[in-house]
């Protein structure tokens, strides 16, 4: 009785389905190359690297209003890679750090006074950066060097990035997100392997089958040691961190997966399908089990996606330099 009385709510959830409603970003005439998009809780804002653009776009998610910030790298309209300007970007220690693909860098920006003040060169093409707070370091994935970089802020004004080392990773890195509870950070090969490595050593401390051809987005419910895992070929995964990393869960999705991304409020894991133009909604049970609710509309090559803490999802549009933000009114997953 219990099942059925799931599958029905599922089945209504998925009928009540909201429309997603664009959001227009500066610059966005002509298109923009998206690829990394992350909800900051720290700053309370979506950031938004908005690729040739030049700019760095913060989204409030109570007033969506846009906050620019310029000075990055900028191209000509009509690109709809992602191998331009700045395409990935986090926060931490009063900062904002974001790359800039152009230039092979690393930026530092000041919150407080909204602009760049310090730049770190890289050894290789950017592709994701993440701030690890306890060790007020600067993570750079660089899979042409198949390596992360590394640097540590120093506590100057200005600031300044100092790097330190490498940490290599074979067929990879794809994809980062830091777990702070377990002292862990998680990449992927490009292919069916996920790595775990520990941040204070730089060491590479487990690796994982994840169950995928091409794996690509990673997404992590901290709280409960679910690391989840977007395929390319259409389908998630969910791993569980804790037991070296089991599989839990699985579902298939829209095809052409890159970036996805998780709502610890809603236990709802976001996965958009690029080549079908679809975002699909999972629900996480407790035991890491997974559960399609249903199936949004989006724009062709909409790979990625983010989700603040108030139950939406900014799914990337890259063909009209836009976001299509989502408002999910599927019951939370218990």
Known sequence: MKI????????????????????PLPGGEGGIGF????????????????????????????????????????SPAGGKGHGA?????????????????????????????????ATARLGGGPDYVRWVEPLREVWVTEPGRKVIEVFHLEASNPP???????????????????????GRAYTHSWHDTTFAVELRSHRVVARWANGCEGARGIALDEKRGFLFVGCDEGRAVALDVAHDGKQLGSV?????????????????????????ATLTVVGVGGRGQLTVLGNVPTAPDAHCVAADDAGNAYVCDPQHGQLLVFNDNFPATR
């Open 252 to 276: 298939k999705t829209g095809k052409g997966v890159d970036i996805v991304a998780y709502s610890p409020r809603l236990s709802h894991l976001y996965v958009p399908g690029g080549d079908e």
């Open 85 to 117: 300007g700045t395409t990935s970007a986090d926060s931490g220690g009063g900062f904002i750090f974001a790359t800039d693909r152009n230039l092979g860098v690393v930026n530092v920006v000041d919150m407080a006074k909204k602009q760049l003040v």
């Open 160 to 182: 300044k990035l100092v790097a330190t080392g490498t940490i290599e990773l074979p067929d990879g890195p794809e994809s980062l997100v830091v777990d702070l509870t377990r």
């Open 35 to 74: 690829d990394d998009l992350l909800f900051s809780p720290g700053l309370h804002q979506v950031l938004v690297p908005s690729g040739r653009t030049g700019r760095l776009n913060l989204v409030d998610p109570k007033t969506r209003a846009i906050d620019s910030i310029p000075g990055f790298s900028e």
């Open 4 to 23: 059925a009385f799931a599958l029905i709510l599922a089945a209504l959830g998925a009928t009540a389905a909201s429309t997603p409603t664009p959001l």
